[in-house]
């Protein structure tokens, strides 16, 4: 059970650090290599493969339908994070680090940067929140 709780450790810390490497790579719409950019979906979809092996779906819309749903004050490292930016659900995701920290591709932002969810821009878009079971396999399919 400790090694497992160990891994688990491990897997969120290398997830982070490898998104927080990406810091200042520039926003692209459909982008999705640190070379060509990132767009939110692209970048999250790079970071989880990148660290963990782990291929989610390519956009934030479908990234919403798979993992657990997670209440926001449940919320740990690791997790999406969904906004409604577009006037429409889940069209914005993010990695959540603590702290009511979390890491995106910002279109607005000059690319992948870190902001504060309490921030009144993003408090009143946040749109929900999922943790992905790295454990289940690299190829997580949607619901």
Request: charged share 25%; with cysteine; aromatic share 10%.
């Amino acid at each position: 059970m400790i090694e497992h709780a160990n891994a688990a450790a491990d897997a969120v810390t290398d997830l982070i650090d490898n998104g927080l490497s990406l810091l200042g790579i520039r926003y692209r719409f459909g982008g999705n290599t640190p070379q060509s950019g990132f767009d939110c979906s692209g970048f999250v979809r790079h970071v989880f493969s990148d660290a963990l092996g782990v291929l989610l779906p390519r956009t934030a819309v479908e990234m919403a339908r798979v993992g657990e749903t997670i209440p926001k004050d449940e919320l740990q490292p690791g997790d999406l994070v969904f906004f409604n930016t577009l006037r429409r659900s889940f069209s914005h995701v993010g990695i959540y680090l603590g702290d009511n920290k979390f890491m995106h591709a910002n279109s607005r932002g000059g690319g992948v940067r870190v902001d504060d969810m309490t921030g009144r821009y993003w408090a009143k878009r946040f749109n929900g929140a999922r943790r992905i079971d790295v454990d289940q396999g690299s190829d997580i399919s949607l619901r």
